[in-house]
Each structure stands twice: as C-alpha cells, then as structure tokens.
C-alpha cells in the first residue's frame, strides 16, 4: 500500500513538472510574441500617420506649384521685366514650389505596392515632366525676344500649360487617394497587431494566473503539512506512548493551570495520585507485553469514566495521577472507588487523595497526595487514603475502617470492595463536587 501510494505521488508530481514546465513556456512564448505584436503595431501606427502626412502635404505642395505657376504666368504676360529670370520673386518661387512637388513625388513612389499604383504615379510624374518641359521652351521663347515664339509662348502659357497642370492635379489627386487607402490598411492592420497583442497577453496572463494559483496552493499544501506534523509532533510530544493518555509534561503543565484557575474561580482542586498493586509482580509473572497491555487497558478504562474538564496521565511507571477540578476530595474518593471496577485482569490499584489549600507549592500538593497513596500501600493496598490535612481524624478512621473491611489483611491477593461508591457516601455525606459526578 505504502509503495503504490508513493507511486501515486510520484506521478502526479512527474504530471505536475511537466504542466508547470508547459505553462512556464506558453506564458513565456506568449509574452514574447505579445511583446512583438506591439511592437508591429506601434510601427504601424507610426507608418499610417506618415502615410496621412504625406497625403495632406502632397495636397499643399500641388496647391502652392499651382499658386506659384499661376503667379509666375502672370507676371510673364504681363510683361513684367525679369519675370523669365530664374531670380525674380514668382519664378523662384515657382521652381522651389516645383522641385519640392518633385520630391514628395517621389516620396509617394517609395510607399506604392501594386503595379496599377506604379502606373498611376508614373503617369502623374510623365505630366509632370511635360509641363516643366513646356515651361521650359516658353521661358526659352521670351528670352529669346523673337516676337513669333512669344507670341507662340504666350498660347502656350495659356493652352498646354493649363491642360498639363490640369492633369497634374487629378493625377495627385489619385495618387493621394492611394496613399490614404494604404494609411487606413495600415491602421487596420495596426488594429488586428492590437487584438493579436492583447489576446496573447491575456494567454500570457492567465498562464501566469495559473503558475501563480499552482504556487500558491503547493505552498498552502506544504504549510498544512508543516501544520499537521507540528502538531502530530505536538501530541507525541504530550501523549504517553504507551497509554495513549497523557504524559508526565501535560501533567505539570495541567497542573499549574488548574491550579491558577482554582485561585481565580475559589473552586476546590483535588490531585488523586494511583499506582497498580503487586504490578511488578504481574509484571514477572505475565510477561511486559501482559503488563504494557494492563497499562494501557487500565489507563484507557479509566479515560472514558471521567468528567469532561477532568485529566489522567501517565504520572511514571505503574503510577498515574489524575486532576479533578471542582471537586471536593471525598467526592473524588467517590470517583476513585468507581475506577476500581474498570481495572482488567482482575487487578486492584490504591489511590492518594489530596485538596489544595489555595497557597502551597505543586511539588507540595503532590508530595501530599503521594504519601497518601504510600499510607494505602502500607494499610493493605486496593484501597483509598485522603491526605490527612484535609479531612479530619474522625472521617479518616471511618475511611479506613471502610476500605479495611474491603481487603484481607494477610497481605493474600487484593479484592475489590462490594460497594465502594456507597461507602464514599456514607462516609462524607457533607461535601458535594461543584459539578456533577
């Protein structure tokens, strides 16, 4: 049984290793990858908010070319001198605001994925070329002075000039429609690295949950262990192992106990001290194991008759003691004569009895009692003597002469006495416990 048990538990802890080893992994794979997804979708988010910038700066740069390019056209057609020099204000401006479109141009080329979107910019990009290449041979026109070629640049300004640009601004129109479609895939795909991040989180977080509910319960588990053999220990340590009642430490410290609660209560306190008769005797004769099972059969007889509140223990040897709280000492003899009929093998005990006064020491209260028990001894034994102290003279000879009329005086094996609960009335009729026998 103990060998299939310990197998038992050494699979489950082999089962246990290897979840705990899995969990370990699942929460460490999941943060892992977790942490990954928000990273992506941090970058995302990032890349969609480029993407939208570039839109709406690609917007206000087409805006400002046109703006200038009209300005510029302006100026050449009116006749302004120095319009055509690349230094005057508007034709400065014009080609700044034209190299600028250029690069956003080519900004829009690096983010473009598909063909038909390679397409769309390579377009807008061709009527871009086109118009510069038109504003080129009319600047060339006017600076030649030749009056046909101005007259030919000046319906150049106004024709070709004005379709190309035309086309420009639809073309980055499209293009700009293209760039916020890729900013708003972005931001979906930013969302589903979110949902991604937070679903492994959670994965994560609920293997950790687990390891942590794991942990916590083994070491519930253990402190409960620690708990129980503390106290297995604990009553080892205060259970006579023979008997199974108390031992000679609870004895002492029960004793000082009762014995500060009497003083506080004002209830009496009555020490009964008991030794087995001729139990070396039986002992030589019977065997130890015969005399072990007599202890232990005495001792646990005696247990089950006592009042609740009450102790036995194993005072030494054959010898027990027992603590009676709220009980005057002839009341106690009562109980003593009625522990006489629990005794097997037919085997007697005699018994001292002694009442605390409220002031001497424990080793004195005892000592009392114990010398009580040795005057039993030397009256014939299987009987009961109450320390003399407490009880006066003429009481004591009547329970003596009681016990005396119960055992033969040769010193021939102890009888029981016919009715030793009767004879503990008759004799002290006057004193009551303060709880019920």
Same mark, same amino acid.
């Given at each position: 049984?103990?060998?299939?048990?310990?197998?038992?538990?050494?699979?489950?802890?082999?089962?246990?290793?290897?979840?705990?080893?899995?969990?370990?992994?699942?929460?460490?794979?999941?943060?892992?990858?977790?942490?990954?997804?928000?990273?992506?979708?941090?970058?995302?988010?990032?890349?969609?908010?480029?993407?939208?910038?570039?839109?709406?700066?690609?917007?206000?740069?087409?805006?400002?070319?046109?703006?200038?390019?009209?300005?510029?056209?302006?100026?050449?057609?009116?006749?302004?001198?120095?319009?055509?020099?690349?230094?005057?204000?508007?034709?400065?401006?014009?080609?700044?605001?034209?190299?600028?479109?250029?690069?956003?141009?080519?900004?829009?080329?690096?983010?473009?994925?598909?063909?038909?979107?390679?397409?769309?910019?390579?377009?807008?990009?061709?009527?871009?070329?086109?118009?510069?290449?038109?504003?080129?041979?009319?600047?060339?026109?006017?600076?030649?002075?030749?009056?046909?070629?101005?007259?030919?640049?000046?319906?150049?300004?106004?024709?070709?000039?004005?379709?190309?640009?035309?086309?420009?601004?639809?073309?980055?129109?499209?293009?700009?429609?293209?760039?916020?479609?890729?900013?708003?895939?972005?931001?979906?795909?930013?969302?589903?690295?979110?949902?991604?991040?937070?679903?492994?989180?959670?994965?994560?977080?609920?293997? =950790? @949950?687990? %390891?942590?509910? #794991?942990?916590?319960?083994?070491?519930? /588990?253990?402190?409960?262990?620690?708990?129980? +053999? *503390? $106290?297995?220990?604990?009553?080892?340590?205060?259970?006579?192992?023979?008997?199974?009642?108390?031992?000679?430490?609870?004895?002492?410290?029960?004793?000082?106990?009762?014995?500060?609660?009497?003083?506080?209560?004002?209830?009496?306190?009555?020490?009964? =001290? @008991?030794? %087995?008769?001729? #139990?070396?005797?039986?002992?030589?004769? /019977?065997?130890?194991?015969?005399?072990?099972? +007599? *202890? $232990?059969?005495?001792?646990?007889?005696?247990?089950?008759?006592?009042?609740?509140?009450?102790?036995?223990?194993?005072?030494?040897?054959?010898?027990?003691?027992?603590?009676?709280?709220?009980?005057?000492?002839?009341?106690?003899?009562?109980?003593?004569?009625? @522990?006489?009929?629990?005794?097997?093998?037919?085997?007697?005990?005699?018994?001292?009895?002694?009442?605390?006064?409220?002031?001497?020491?424990?080793?004195?209260?005892?000592?009392?009692?114990?010398?009580?028990?040795?005057?039993?001894?030397?009256?014939?034994?299987?009987?009961?003597?109450?320390?003399?102290?407490?009880?006066?003279?003429?009481?004591?000879?009547?329970?003596?002469?009681?016990?005396?009329?119960?055992?033969?005086?040769?010193?021939?094996?102890?009888?029981?006495?016919?009715?030793?609960?009767?004879?503990?009335?008759?004799?002290?009729?006057?004193?009551?416990?303060?709880?019920?026998?």
């Amino acid at each position: 049984m103990i060998d299939s048990l310990s197998n038992r538990d050494r699979i489950q802890a082999g089962i246990s290793s290897i979840l705990l080893v899995i969990f370990l992994i699942t929460a460490s794979t999941c943060g892992w990858l977790g942490w990954q997804a928000e990273i992506r979708q941090q970058n995302k988010w990032h890349e969609a908010n480029r993407l939208t910038y570039l839109a709406l700066e690609t917007k206000f740069l087409a805006a400002d070319f046109n703006g200038w390019q009209t300005a510029y056209a302006f100026d050449v057609a009116r006749g302004i001198s120095n319009a055509t020099d690349d230094e005057s204000f508007s034709r400065r401006h014009f080609l700044e605001s034209a190299q600028s479109f250029s690069q956003e141009l080519h900004l829009i080329q690096d983010h473009l994925q598909t063909d038909s979107e390679y397409e769309r910019w390579e377009k807008a990009y061709a009527h871009y070329k086109n118009f510069m290449d038109v504003d080129q041979e009319v600047i060339d026109a006017y600076r030649d002075g030749d009056q046909q070629r101005i007259q030919h640049a000046n319906e150049l300004v106004l024709g070709r000039e004005i379709d190309h640009f035309s086309h420009i601004i639809q073309s980055t129109e499209e293009l700009i429609v293209i760039i916020l479609n890729l900013s708003n895939q972005t931001l979906l795909e930013a969302r589903q690295e979110s949902d991604l991040a937070h679903i492994l989180m959670l994965v994560c977080g609920a293997c =950790i @949950l687990v %390891l942590i509910n #794991f942990f916590v319960s083994r070491a519930n /588990r253990y402190i409960k262990h620690q708990f129980k +053999l *503390l $106290r297995r220990v604990d009553r080892i340590a205060r259970t006579d192992g023979l008997t199974g009642i108390a031992n000679r430490r609870v004895w002492d410290e029960s004793l000082a106990k009762f014995m500060e609660q009497s003083t506080l209560q004002t209830n009496p306190l009555t020490v009964v =001290i @008991l030794d %087995l008769d001729h #139990f070396k005797k039986f002992n030589d004769s /019977r065997g130890h194991q015969a005399g072990d099972r +007599l *202890l $232990r059969e005495s001792a646990q007889a005696w247990n089950k008759q006592l009042r609740e509140g009450d102790l036995l223990a194993r005072y030494g040897g054959e010898e027990f003691g027992l603590l009676l709280p709220k009980c005057e000492p002839e009341n106690a003899y009562a109980i003593v004569q009625r @522990l006489r009929q629990s005794v097997p093998e037919q085997q007697t005990f005699s018994a001292g009895i002694a009442l605390w006064d409220g002031q001497e020491e424990a080793s004195s209260f005892v000592a009392r009692a114990d010398a009580a028990l040795y005057r039993a001894k030397a009256k014939g034994r299987n009987r009961s003597e109450i320390a003399e102290l407490f009880v006066n003279e003429s009481s004591a000879n009547e329970l003596s002469t009681s016990e005396a009329s119960t055992s033969e005086p040769d010193g021939s094996p102890d009888q029981r006495p016919t009715d030793p609960v009767d004879a503990a009335q008759q004799t002290c009729p006057e004193h009551q416990c303060l709880e019920t026998v």
